[in-house]
């Protein structure tokens, strides 16, 4: 085996500084104020709300959990799942769901500090919502890498040992045990045995990301839901029944709306990037282990360099952080430029450490080519995201001139630019997998070519920490914007912590544009990973393996490539079993997104009733000499989203499992390739369009096509409400939807190769 | 308890009542069950000037505490011909009342606005409503519309210059930008006709204006006239709105929705 040196260490090493700058920060904001009695207040409720939603929603999914771990414990007694299964699935949707829960803690304390950091000044404010979204970040990272070294070192050592008699079932699968069975310290050096060793853990810790993915769709699904619900009723009753404005504490609605924010934005925005995170270092781990062996020798760096290289990219990000510097007198272009420096600063950063790796030989250069065709990838999609999204060019203020016309033509027109816009993010993907894949060598080695292909993905995420920090700013610095208005604080405040808001969304077009874009390449890994979760179950049924071999014609299921399994399962769309596939996982994200978006019109309905409820049975609301009712409205949005997210997330676990049972490998191989082909081009499409509505409103609000009030405002906030579920509901939760399902397939590819009847 | 005199201009009304100025805005825009929500614009007269034409023992006796010491909300003394009753000295402050209750108080002040020909666009407010277009400055348009030698007149009139932005300049093509009005087009033929035919100085624009007056459409300010005066009470700029008003600028800015 060739020595991997020392730099592995890195990555515990890495986690663990991730962490303890998370706690640095989050310590350093509780230091501020949070300001005047009633920016306390405020802050106050919108922490019981959040605290209260997350409370709930971690109560459904912890039910969920416990079903699916007793399923898994059954399955694996049955001798098809791995053991580790259950407790890699519990720990990956626990680490996702901590993450999201300090990320939201943190959040909702940074709110009034933020806002009073804005009354001292602009950087002073930056600095708190800065700060405390790297809290997030570097949670999100540093739990994530902490998951995977644990499972890491834990299985290895665990075969190594031979604990559970797992070294030996390993040698007795390579025919090294001969008749005696007797475990060997000989083993461990051989690499044979390591290799196949690796293949098992890498495959094995592939499937907590489920557990993260689950996690994940239920903040996602459960967050989105939540936050319209609690946004279209502040809107509706309090705004256009009422006519109080949305930030107004008059507003029963209002304080749902902010926690709908920390929710949405914060803790499901952290769950659906911590799992991109893990699932992108893990299916290339997994794709990495497949290629390790060469020329009868074992090269581990093949596995562990995607996680030295997030374990880099946590040290690029905190240096970014600290690159992030003002003067007090800033204005918003400087602040802008500042964030800037910071991600591009880590971003060149992992450059340059790729580079070196790439010159001490931990890979080829082609994965150079991989990871700055990734990052290229990312930036065009951000780019291609702003044009298309912006009132700054011509398809969002071509909606707001429709609007002119009146809803219709905004909605007709609104439909028409989300579509156009799929086209950008869609070629670039395609480029950048064709360049990832051909860049590492994919032309001439399908395997090798794959795994550049996810670690393109894993050099887009590597700075993650960074890049959630700029995210989840967004939302505190919109938060801190709430306050200052329910707090009445002066009008320079005001300016400040809307300046503050401006820069978390322009910043967020980058970030997304790097969400999207490693889905798309993390999933297409996943599904080559899918197979080698194949190949293993086909090596545990001996009858299956015989007939692979058999029908096959190759030496053994180790030497299997990927033309192989396409020769035994049919896997060409040709054939109508793989065809049908293709069109349930298509069907799929339509599906999925009608569910999600019939959930925000009942949860909405409920928040409406309620808010007029509140209007009509408690009178001096709107005179002021009456409190609202918050809390009823915090909770009856947290009713209506744990209820309604509860089918179309067991419906995305389910699909796959069933379409695996009756049309076997072919069938999910199908399924996946539908759902991630249909489902990236539909969430591009909700999120762009959605988008674009959101800033039409806006472009006409500033004083384009009659401003405020006119015709063409009544018509830009319906597109807009349509838009609302579009964008943060359905848009964000198909991502995740992807990726969950081919996660549900790989741990469920035993059920799938032992039972199904195709 | 004090008692206060309101000329409620939307609609026309001549009300006592015992609540100050902010209550009384704020209960005639959202504090009654009649009508839950709504704009609302009032005058508040000085009882002293008018008690001679006042029933004041009605007000005596109706208007006083209820029961529970609640003060009386309003007494309703007549809701016809109710502006060209009240003298103009006896109008003391203008309140401007969002549609969810937040009111803001404007002090009269002498005009001081430009007389030169140019278009201008009123929109009525009292005793009738509909939208003009004028190239008459308010003081002439105000004395037009009051001294009798127009067929239709009335006694007196309140009404407010609307903004138009570069329509003033040029109506065939400038862009309406953030001028919320509807049916531009005929706003626009309107104007034109104006600058181009040097008989007419007015045309009506739309005949019975129905929906809330969108406050931040308001150019200058608000002008109560009759043939022989007028009083201005002039609107705040939009620095001193987003500061000193900031609440009631807020409101204001999402009626219409």
Redesign the interface.
């Known amino acids: 085996m060739e020595s991997t040196s020392s730099l592995p260490w890195i990555i515990p090493v890495s986690s663990i500084i991730a962490l303890g700058f998370a706690y640095f920060f989050f310590k350093k904001m509780m230091k501020n104020s949070e300001g005047t009695d009633r920016m306390k207040e405020i802050a106050q409720y919108v922490r019981e709300g959040a605290m209260a939603y997350l409370k709930r929603q971690y109560k459904v999914v912890g039910i969920v959990f416990a079903i699916l771990f007793i399923i898994f414990v059954i399955l694996a007694i049955m001798g098809v799942q791995n053991p580790f299964v259950p407790i890699a699935f519990l720990t990956g949707g626990f680490f996702s769901g901590l993450s999201g829960f300090l990320g939201m803690k943190t959040a909702t304390y940074a709110s009034a500090r933020t806002a009073h950091g804005a009354s001292q000044s602009l950087n002073k404010g930056l600095q708190v919502a800065f700060r405390s979204g790297a809290v997030m970040g570097f949670v999100v990272v540093g739990f994530g890498l902490l998951d995977i070294a644990l499972w890491y070192w834990s299985l290895n050592y665990i075969y190594d040992n031979n604990i559970f008699g797992l070294g030996l079932k390993v040698a007795h699968e390579l025919g090294l045990t001969g008749s005696d069975a007797i475990w060997s310290l000989d083993y461990i050096t051989n690499a044979n045995w390591i290799h196949t060793k690796m293949v098992h853990i890498t495959t094995t810790m592939l499937t907590f990301g489920m557990g993260a993915s689950t996690q994940a769709l239920f903040a996602r699904v459960g967050g989105g839901i939540y936050t319209k619900a609690a946004d279209v009723g502040a809107d509706l009753v309090g ?7 949305e930030d ?1 504490p ?1 507003n029963p609605a209002t304080i749902a709306d902010n926690v709908g924010d920390n929710v949405g934005d914060v803790a499901g925005m952290g769950a659906d990037l911590y799992e991109s995170y893990c699932g992108s270092i893990l299916a290339t781990a997994a794709l990495g282990a497949a290629i390790a062996m060469h020329d009868g020798q074992f090269n581990d760096k093949f596995i562990l360099a995607p996680m030295v290289v997030a374990a880099i990219g946590i040290i690029a990000s905190i240096i970014g952080v600290f690159m992030v510097r003002t003067k007090d007198d800033a204005t918003a272009k400087s602040l802008l430029n500042s964030l800037l420096v910071g991600t591009a600063g880590s971003s060149i950063l992992i450059l340059i450490a790729i580079v070196g790796m790439a010159y001490l030989g931990w890979f080829g250069w082609g994965i150079v080519g991989s990871v700055v065709s990734g990052l290229a990838a990312g930036i065009i999609i951000g780019q291609g995201t702003e044009y298309y999204t912006s009132d700054g060019y011509k398809p969002t203020r071509g909606i707001a001139e429709q609007a002119l016309q009146g809803p219709a033509t905004t909605i007709i027109d609104g439909m028409a630019v989300g579509m156009y816009s799929t086209w950008i993010p869609i070629v670039t993907i395609v480029a950048g997998i064709i360049a990832s894949f051909g860049f590492a060598g994919g032309f001439t080695d399908f395997a090798h070519g794959v795994y550049g292909i996810g670690f393109a993905a894993v050099g887009m995420l590597s700075t993650l920490g960074i890049t959630l920090a700029t995210d989840a700013f967004g939302p505190i610095a919109d938060n801190a914007g709430g306050n200052a ?1 329910m707090a ?1 604080l ?2 320079e405040v ?1 300016e400040r912590t809307d300046a503050l808001d401006m820069l978390g969304n322009t910043t967020a077009a980058t970030g997304k544009g790097f969400a999207i874009g490693s889905a798309a390449l993390t999933a297409m890994a996943l599904m080559v990973a899918y197979l080698e979760e194949v190949r293993l179950w086909l090596a545990k049924v001996p009858e299956l393996g015989a007939d692979f071999i058999d029908k096959t014609g190759i030496s053994s299921l180790a030497n299997a490539d990927i033309y192989n399994f396409v020769d035994y399962y049919n896997l060409n769309v040709f054939n109508p079993i793989l065809l049908a596939g293709l069109f349930l996982g298509s069907m799929m994200s339509f599906v999925f997104v009608a569910m999600t978006m019939k959930a925000v019109g009942r949860a909405a309905g409920a928040m409406v009733e309620e808010v007029r409820r509140q ?1 009509r049975e408690i ?1 001096g609301i ?3 000499t009456a409190t609202p009712e918050y809390a009823k409205c915090v909770e009856i949005s947290t009713i209506g989203a744990q209820r309604e997210m509860l089918f179309p997330s067991l419906l995305a676990i389910l699909v796959p499992i069933v379409v695996g049972l009756i049309f076997g490998v072919a069938g999910v191989i199908g399924l996946l390739m539908g759902g991630l082909v249909t489902g990236f081009s539909l969430a591009v499409m909700l999120n762009n369009a959605g988008g674009a509505w959101d800033n039409a409103k806006k472009y006409i609000e500033k ?9 063409a ?2 018509a830009g ?1 319906v597109g807009d409400t349509v838009g609302d579920p579009f964008k943060d509901t359905s848009g964000p939760s198909l991502n995740i939807l992807i990726k969950l399902m081919t996660m549900v397939s790989v741990v469920m590819s035993g059920v799938t190769v032992v039972y199904s009847l195709m | 308890m004090k008692r206060y005199l309101y000329l409620s201009l939307l609609p026309e009304g001549l009300i006592a009542s015992m609540l100050p100025p902010n209550e009384f805005g ?2 005639l825009s ?2 009654t ?1 009649k009508r ?2 709504g704009q609302a614009m009032f005058l508040e007269v000085d009882m002293e000037s008018v008690k001679d034409i006042l029933p004041m023992d009605y007000i005596e006796e109706k208007c006083v505490m209820q029961e529970g010491n609640i003060p009386k909300n309003s007494v309703y003394l007549s809701i016809y011909r109710v502006l060209e009753t009240i003298p103009l000295k006896a109008l003391l402050k203008l309140y401007l009342v ?4 937040r009111v803001m108080e404007l002090e009269k002040q002498e005009y001081k606005g430009n007389l030169n020909k140019e278009l201008h666009l009123y929109q009525e407010l009292c005793p009738i409503t509909p939208r003009v277009a004028s190239t008459l400055a308010p003081k002439e348009f105000s004395l037009l519309m009051t001294d009798g030698t127009e067929k239709v007149s009335v006694p007196r009139i309140v009404f407010t210059e609307l903004q138009l932005g570069d329509l003033s300049k040029d109506p065939t093509a400038a862009k ?7 049916n ?1 087009q005929h706003l626009r033929d309107g104007l034109l006709i104006l600058k181009e035919n040097n008989d007419k100085n007015k045309k009506t624009i739309i005949r019975t204006f129905t929906k809330d007056l ?1 406050y ?1 459409t308001i150019k200058n300010g608000i002008f109560v006239g009759d043939k022989d005066d007028m009083i201005y009470y002039p609107f705040p700029s939009i620095e001193e709105l ?2 000193k008003y ?2 009631w600028w ?2 204001a ?5």
């Open positions: 705004k256009v029944e009422a006519g109080i404005p107004d008059r208005e009445e002066p009008k005001r209007f009178p709107l005179t002021g004083g384009n096509f009659g401003g405020k009030g006119s015709d405002h009544k906030v | 704020n209960y959202v504090g069950k839950t929500r969002t549609d969810d209750g309406i930008d953030n001028l919320p009005y509807p531009v969108l931040r987003e500061s900031y609440a807020r409101s800015n999402i009626m219409g929705f």
